[in-house]
T-cell receptor
Framework: DTGVSQDPRHKITKRGQNVTFRCDPI?????LYWYRQTLGQGPEFLTY????????KSRLLSDRFSAERPKGSFSTLEIQRTEQGDSAMYLC??????????????????FGPGTRLTVL | GQNIDQPTEMTATEGAIVQINCTYQ??????LFWYQQHAGEAPTFLSY????GLEEKGRFSSFLSRSKGYSYLLLKELQMKDSASYLC????????????FGQGTTLQVKP
């Protein structure tokens, strides 16, 4: 496993269309996160899964956004009725929750290359 | 609310030392992370602090003071390839794992 992968890498769509992105995490990681990043800003948390359960969703997230992780492996993020303000880089990350005895729980997140969305 | 502040831009000279500061005010604290992000690429993990003090990893060190809500990333012997954005992020809870990021500090290393 070479890391987190995302597909597509780039997506251009017209306002009002629906788009779906896919993320494949590192295989042994049970947590999967979605973030959004705009130019000059840090990533903004959208939602996260532990296995197949969606445990948290940002209050800033419109109901046009939905995410799934049906089998606890890959995840999809769908945006319905896209708006120009949705244009951003959508980043996926994964982490484990396993503890190493005697060590602090770092559980750093590993990021994928992102999907750059442009809404015209 | 959640607030993480870091300078927007910094410039330094090749071979020098640079310190990037980060202050945070969050509803909880379960660790502070530093990530490096080259333009057009994904963030990559640099360091983690959960207890007060200094963590050293080669040319990179990170410091944390929880009472002051303050951290810094120290980069020594700067190289041109260190030109990137440096992101400070706080994990507010061990239960969630989500990270709250600052806006990032763009570091330009000049010859």
């Amino acid at each position: 496993d070479t890391g987190v992968s995302q597909d597509p890498r780039h997506k251009i769509t017209k306002r009002g269309q629906n788009v779906t992105f896919r993320c494949d995490p590192i295989s042994e990681h049970n947590r999967l996160y979605w973030y959004r990043q705009t130019l000059g800003q840090g990533p903004e948390f959208l939602t996260y899964f532990q296995n197949e359960a969606q445990l948290e969703k940002s209050r800033l997230l419109s109901d046009r956004f939905s995410a799934e992780r049906p089998k606890g492996s890959f995840s999809t993020l769908e945006i319905q009725r896209t708006e120009q303000g949705d244009s951003a880089m959508y980043l996926c990350a994964s982490s484990s929750t396993s503890a190493v005895p005697g060590l602090a729980l770092v559980n750093e997140q590993f990021f994928g290359p992102g999907t750059r969305l442009t809404v015209l | 609310g959640q607030n993480i502040d870091q300078p927007t831009e910094m410039t330094a000279t090749e071979g020098a030392i640079v310190q990037i500061n980060c202050t945070y005010q969050t509803s909880g604290f379960n660790g502070l992370f530093w990530y490096q992000q080259h333009a057009g690429e994904a963030p990559t993990f640099l360091s983690y602090n959960v207890l007060d003090g200094l963590e050293e990893k080669g040319r990179f060190s990170s410091f944390l003071s929880r009472s002051k809500g303050y951290s810094y990333l120290l980069l020594k012997e700067l190289q041109m390839k260190d030109s990137a954005s440096y992101l400070c992020a706080v994990r507010p809870s061990s239960n969630t794992g989500k990270l709250i990021f600052g806006q990032g500090t763009t570091l330009q290393v000049k010859p």
